[in-house]
Structures are given as structure tokens and as C-alpha cells.
């Protein structure tokens, strides 16, 4: 099965795409932030240390969600594939995720960007965090600073995966439908 990561700024669409993949394809769905978001809601020790860090709109420290990765994928079946929402992050996520796929005897297929630009993410951000609880959609300096941390930790990883010739990207400005459309297009690639 291939392993996908989809890729793009936050409000981009990563997870309602993710979501259609796994009703249509049968992936599983792995996504750190809602991940993290039941830490913090359990209030385990992860959770009481990522809750100040999600708010103030920056990168929990890669030890942690690599660990919380690597424990999730453990021993994965081979007929099931992975769609990572919003891992890896950051070029050491990367690495780790390479060191952990290695182990399993697993490998990324691709990665697709969803492409939006940054006016059209904060208006979505907004609209969302007026019907979602997340706290960090509420504020728009917690918007702009994951924009930022976006920017400069995160896009890079772009030439890291072309690098390796994994790199896709699809327009991610049009109805939900269309751009499923094009990323289905890849999948079955
Ligand atoms: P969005 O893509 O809209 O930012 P996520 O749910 O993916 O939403 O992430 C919410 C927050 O959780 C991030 O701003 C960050 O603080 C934290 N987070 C999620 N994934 C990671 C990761 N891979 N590395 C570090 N922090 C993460």
C-alpha cells in the first residue's frame, strides 16, 4: 500500500482531504495535531506540555511527535496505507520519519502540496475557528504565527522531498470536490 503525505500551510484542507482518502481508499489517517489535541485533552504529560506551545503557534519539539508517530505505526500491517496529515514539519521530522518508515520496511510514496495562498488560509482559518473549539483558530496572532512558523520551518521541506523526486503539489483553491479529484488523480498515479 502507499504511504501519502499531504502537505501545505495550516487551512490549507489537509485534513478534510485526508478524511475523503480514507472513506474512498481505506488509508489510515495519521494526524499529529489531532493526536495532540487528545493528549491535551486527556491531560497526559504530552498534552500539558503541547497545549501552551499549539496556542502561542509553534512547532512542538520533534522528539515528541516522532515518538508519538513511531509508537502509531509500530508493527503496521502491510495492506494498510497511511495518509500523514501535518507530519513530518520540520527536516528533522523528515529524518525520523525516514529512520521509522526503515524499520518497518515501509516507504513514502509521495508527498502533495496543497497549494493556497495566505490571505485566503487566514479567511478560512477565521471562519473555521468560529465552529470548530480549537483555540489556536480563534486568535488571529496565533494565525499569523503559525503562518510564520509555517514559512520558516516547515515549506522547506518541499526540495527535501523533490530531492527524492516524491514531490507533487495541486491547486488548493476550488470546491473540496475538484481538488479531491486532483489528488485522486495522483494517488492512483
Ligand atoms: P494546522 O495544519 O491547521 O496548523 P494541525 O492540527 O495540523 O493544524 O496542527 C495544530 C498545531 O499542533 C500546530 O500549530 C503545532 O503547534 C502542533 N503540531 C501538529 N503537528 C505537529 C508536528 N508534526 N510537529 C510539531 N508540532 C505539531
Not at 25 to 51: C, N, V
Not at 149 to 178: C, P
Amino acid at each position: 500500500m502507499k504511504h501519502i503525505l499531504l502537505f501545505g500551510p495550516p487551512g490549507a484542507g489537509k485534513g478534510t482531504q485526508a478524511k475523503l482518502l480514507v472513506e474512498k481508499y481505506k488509508f489510515m489517517h495519521l494526524s499529529t495535531g489531532d493526536m495532540l489535541r487528545d493528549e491535551i485533552k486527556r491531560s497526559t504529560e504530552t498534552g500539558l506540555k503541547a497545549k501552551a506551545i499549539i496556542d502561542s503557534g509553534q512547532l512542538v519539539p520533534d522528539e515528541i511527535v516522532a515518538e508519538m508517530v513511531r509508537l502509531r505505526i509500530k508493527n503496521i500491517k502491510d495492506n494498510t496505507g497511511i495518509i500523514f496529515d501535518g507530519f513530518p514539519r520540520t527536516i528533522a521530522q523528515a529524518r525520523n520519519l525516514d529512520e521509522i518508515m526503515n524499520a518497518e520496511n515501509q516507504e513514502i510514496a509521495m508527498m502533495i502540496a496543497i497549494d493556497v495562498n495566505d490571505d485566503e488560509i487566514i479567511k478560512r482559518i477565521l471562519e473555521r475557528g468560529k465552529i470548530s473549539q480549537r483555540s489556536d483558530d480563534q486568535d488571529i496572532n496565533t494565525i499569523r504565527n503559525r503562518i510564520d512558523t509555517y514559512n520558516r520551518q516547515t515549506a522547506i521541506l518541499a526540495d527535501y522531498y523533490k530531492q527524492q523526486e516524491k514531490f507533487k503539489f495541486v491547486d488548493g483553491i476550488g470546491t473540496i470536490e475538484d481538488i479531491f479529484k486532483e489528488i485522486c488523480k495522483l494517488v492512483e498515479e
